[in-house]
């Protein structure tokens, strides 16, 4: 009995510390991003920066094009804005 109860701890240790890695995941909004689709959504939410910020400006030397569509599987982008991006710390 004294040997399952040393030896319990440790493996519930071990199987948290090692399997922390498969199940990174970052909230962004309302949906929930894995470290794969994070370089996706970060180029997303940069070039929903890029237009925020053309959008703000007052020159009208440059048109703000429509954003390029980013073909990111199991993630629906169009909920994703700019504030949920900045809340992430995705830009700034």
Do not use: R, W
């Not at 390029?68 to 710390?89: H, R, Y």
């Amino acid at each position: 009995m004294k040997l399952k109860a040393l030896a319990t701890p440790f493996a519930l240790f071990a199987g948290l510390t090692l399997g922390a890695g498969a199940f990174a995941q970052t909230p962004i909004g309302t949906i929930t991003v894995t470290d794969e689709q994070l370089p996706h959504v970060q180029a997303y939410c940069e070039d929903l920066a890029g237009e925020h910020s053309d959008a703000d400006s007052d020159s009208d030397d440059s048109e703000a094009g429509p954003l390029e569509e980013v073909q990111t599987p199991n993630i629906d982008l169009s909920s994703i804005t700019i504030d949920d991006c900045e809340e992430a710390g995705l830009v700034e």
